[in-house]
């Protein structure tokens, strides 16, 4: 299990985005893309160049890779989320 050390992120509550530090998106990255092989075959983790944004996304519903993820859980403070 990966743990970050991450100071600050921004969780939207208005979709389904969590913007993180390089770091963290490359660790998450990293573990999500080597999850199994349904999620390396249809996850794709694309850099928009203009703005260097980094992002991940599938054409399959998250549904489909519950079986190959490991739970994401984000700590604020003492509450587990």
């Known amino acids: 299990m990966h743990q970050s050390s991450a100071k600050y992120a921004i969780i939207s509550t208005s979709s389904d ?24 075959e249809y ?13 991940c996304y599938s054409s399959l519903p998250c549904s489909n890779f519950t079986s190959e993820l490991k739970p994401l859980v984000i700590y604020l403070e003492d509450k587990k989320y």
């Open 17 to 40: 985005m969590i913007y993180m530090s390089k770091t963290d998106y490359l660790n998450f990255r990293s573990a999500l893309l080597s999850s199994g092989p349904l999620t390396a």
């Open 43 to 55: 996850m794709k983790c694309p850099t928009i160049a203009l703005l260097g944004m980094q992002y």
